[in-house]
């Protein structure tokens, strides 16, 4: 349930992958010029790590070509995204063993863009339309559940201030100092608005970083979503809680589930939630009961 989480670098050599991709292309002539290029591409790959690892991506030109239009490596942009589209995500293709294993990495299958959707698919963190080069690369392909990657889309960067979290190489922080946050609307039933609010102490470009993702992947509506039905689901517990011990006892269970989640999850949208609940007098005073109409 964790909003984000730092994903260790795959364990799989990435020329390996760019190899048995091209390797189980059919076209004899497109093999050719793809090994032909493959030295470039091995340079590029490189590249993109030192990049990545410096949170300088967004300074990356875009490919502006159409797929059949070769690119300085005798190549075509259309021709590298079949290496994915043809290949490598291909159920029965040889190259598929790689993206079930970069699929797998993500932590009990929860997505690690939002931390609570199931990851199902790879997400090309530099869209593959816009960087071709990149489209089998290992460490530009984040599991994601189809929400993220279907809602973040071609979208990238073009600016450091619009750079979101890229997973293989964040900041360990995000994983450790509290910075996702919950309100608790007096609706009935009660609700709940996330926010990110990253420590001050932080550098200016990690807190950007944050924010920005929080805002790309519309976290706010989906984690009140989630709310909603945990919200739900606890009024019959803390109902009976307050009939036998009273509304003290009320806030000792939320608090409880508040420091349980946050030892184990410190940003996650439950934890969060719990805080915020144990904290707000008017909720565990009565106010997690609808009002009956």
Known sequence: MRFVRILPLPNIDAMVVFDACVASTGIAETRLRLMAARARIELGYGYYAEQAQARNLYSFPPLEAEDDALTALNITAG???????????VKGRPPRFYYDKILASAPRGK????GFGQASTLDHFLPKSKFPWYSVLPVNLVPACKDCN????????????EQVIHPYFEDAAIGHQQWLFATIEATSPASALFFAQPPE?????????ITRHFEEYDLARRFSVEAATEIANLVPMLALLASKAGEENVKWHLEAVSMSTSQIEPNSWKSALFQALAGNEWYWKGGFQPLIS
């Open 79 to 89: 021709e590298l995204k079949k290496l994915y589209s043809q290949q490598l995500s």
């Open 111 to 114: 997505c690690p863009l939002c």
């Open 150 to 161: 279907h809602g973040k889309g071609n979208k990238f960067a073009v600016a450091e201030t």
């Open 201 to 209: 102490h932080w550098e200016v470009s990690l807190k950007n970083r």
